[in-house]
């Protein structure tokens, strides 16, 4: 099931994770290897993925990072 544009999820799938639509690549793997200090163009070619497809994962990781509640309330 598509659950933002580009981005699916299938309990079948790596274990129920967002994947890039069509492939069984993880977001969390593409972010990660961004972070870690990759290249587009390496995580391209690593993945087999086209720079959309990267691109996608990374407005899906912005999009929940941004949805996300926090996760404690300061307290007085």
Do not use: N
Request: aromatic share 6%; glycine share 10%; net charge negative.
């Amino acid at each position: 099931m598509e659950i933002y544009p580009g981005i699916s999820m299938d309990p079948g799938i790596r274990f129920g994770k967002p994947c890039l639509a069509g492939t069984r690549v993880d977001v969390a793997t593409v972010v990660g290897a961004l972070a870690a200090g990759e290249g587009i163009e390496t995580v391209q070619e690593a993945y087999q993925l086209s720079r959309e497809q990267v691109l996608t994962a990374l407005r899906y990781a912005a999009h929940v990072s941004e949805h996300v509640p926090p996760a404690v309330e300061r307290v007085s």
